[in-house]
């Protein structure tokens, strides 16, 4: 043995030499984040109902599919649900139902289960008058709900509320790791505030283009278009959420998704028809696509389902660009909510008394506006005697920094822009029509003085107290600030500074 060796091996025997400390063991690898997409379709029959109005109409011709569109996001530890539906909006006994069918299937908890219309006025029978639902009134009041009034088709309910099952079970089982990316863009153009203050100073819905007694918009319009993405290991998107505030009200002809079908097909077109496209719709309550100044005679409605859905669909794309193929994960996920309770307003008892007069007469013989409000304050009336309350869900769902605020309302823009600015997430995406439906809720500047307008009318749709939007708004930015924002992935940065490229560092050659 070398003379270094036996003196190693004395110093071992002696304990003059300490050998080196075992390695610690590696930190467990992070949970892969996962993320899953699928889609049912939902298209309903030709002849069914239509939604949309306060009268029934029916479907005669089908332009293109209604789906349910569905992504699951899973951070390890927790799981949501982000569900987009082709529908007007979504009954809370169908939100319930399906909540529980999902979580017994997949343990996903209820409140982490997102459902949102897209508030397609061109899709099927999911909402309305629900079968024996004012079986308590006078024969009047059972004429006027089942014969007059748009209702929804409990075989269709069915339908769709075992499609929303399938896909969020489906996105569900067909988890895989990804990468994922999240960012903002703009689309200006396609949306407009549908309220105009007048020179007289009352406020109007739709005041007609050329009126010259328009003054000035009533309310602001969103026109960011909120997109996440996520892609595989292989670089390829597995699907998208797409969030912008209008109403889907371009109504192509017949059946359809509404102008979310070309914004699907602008996206489809480049990564593939396989794609999924979720898409939410924003505090679009008082936003249609209509611009009641354009100087120029507004599109008709094939024109305008692909304007609003091409442009739309086109800024999208070009965020997702941004994004390709996915920067990272977006963790923490996680759901909060909470359920409010809102008395409905009460028309007064000689509205009431004039109303019950004219809704027994033969509509074709009265004003028809006149005569569907009249009609609506009977139901109103009779609601209020079964349900003098409603109940409002609003939900938080997390995905990194980004953060989903819900309310089960056509919800006034306003509202979602106050959300964005106090929620204290770098992204935040206020969803409309979601988990619920309880009609219009505009801020209480319109049952003011100056306000007025189609949206702030009493109805068996709209009725809710006039506090309940702030209350909804200050309940979904608390939620919010009990959560902690995920970070933003970005890019990584360049190397440091070394030298300037070397083809390019030399002086002008002349000769």
Request: hydrophobic content about 40%; some cysteine.
């Amino acid at each position: 043995m070398s003379t270094r060796l036996v003196a190693l091996a004395a110093l071992l025997v002696t304990g003059g030499f300490t050998p080196p400390a075992r390695l610690a063991a590696a930190d467990p690898p992070a949970p892969a984040f996962k993320a899953g997409f699928a889609e049912r379709d939902i298209t309903p029959a030709i002849g069914s109902e239509a939604p949309g109005g306060y009268g029934k109409a029916y479907h005669r011709t089908l332009h293109d599919p209604c789906k349910v569109r569905a992504a699951v996001f899973d951070d390890g530890t927790s799981r949501v649900a982000l569900v987009g539906i082709d529908a007007l909006g979504i009954d809370r006994r169908t939100v319930v139902a399906v909540r529980k069918r999902i979580a017994e299937k997949t343990g996903i908890p209820a409140e982490a289960v997102l459902l949102g219309a897209s508030h397609s006025h061109s899709s099927g029978p999911l909402t309305g008058v629900f079968p024996g639902e004012y079986d308590h009134g006078s024969d009047l009041v059972k004429k006027l709900a089942y014969g007059n009034t748009i209702a929804a088709d409990p075989k269709y309910v069915q339908k769709v509320e075992d499609a929303i099952v399938e896909a969020v079970c489906a996105a569900h089982d067909g988890r895989v790791a990804v990468k994922a990316g999240v960012g903002r863009g703009s689309e200006p153009t396609v949306a407009f505030n549908r309220r105009f203050r007048m020179r007289d100073g009352r406020t109007i819905t739709h005041p007609g283009q050329g009126n010259p007694a328009i003054l000035e918009p009533a309310g602001p319009t969103d026109p960011e278009v909120g997109v996440i993405g996520a892609w595989d290991e292989k670089g390829k998107l597995r699907g998208c959420v797409v969030n912008f505030a209008c109403h889907a009200t371009t109504s192509p002809g017949g059946i359809s998704a509404n102008y979310v079908y070309y914004l699907e097909k602008v996206i489809q077109g480049y990564y593939g028809k396989d794609v999924p496209v979720v898409f939410l719709n924003g505090a679009s309550g008082d936003v249609t696509q209509v611009d009641n100044r354009s100087p120029y005679r507004n599109p008709d409605p094939e024109q305008f389902a692909q304007l609003v859905g091409g442009k739309v669909g086109a800024e999208a794309l070009k965020v997702l660009f941004t994004l390709d193929p996915g920067l990272g994960p977006l963790t923490p996920v996680g759901a909060k909510a909470e359920v409010l309770t809102f008395a409905r307003r009460k028309p007064s008892p000689e509205r009431v008394k004039a109303a019950y007069e004219l809704a027994q007469k033969d509509p074709a013989e009265s004003d028809p506006t006149d005569w569907a409000f009249a009609k609506e304050t009977v139901l109103l009336d009779a609601l209020l005697k079964k349900e003098p309350a409603a109940e409002a869900e609003v939900q938080a769902v997390q995905v990194g920094p980004v953060v989903f605020l819900t309310t089960p309302a056509e919800y006034f823009c306003q509202f979602g822009l106050d959300q964005r600015a106090g929620s204290g997430f770098p992204f935040t995406f206020p969803v409309s029509l979601a988990n619920g439906c309880v009609g219009y809720v505009p801020t209480e500047d319109a049952f003011g003085p100056a306000g007025g307008g189609y949206e702030t009318r009493l109805t068996s749709y709209s009725n809710l107290d006039i506090t309940a939007g702030g209350k909804m708004r200050d309940v979904g930015i608390k939620l919010a600030k009990g959560m902690k924002p995920g970070p933003v992935p970005a890019r990584a940065k360049p190397a440091p500074f070394g030298q300037a490229w070397p083809y390019g560092d030399v002086r002008p050659e002349k000769e």
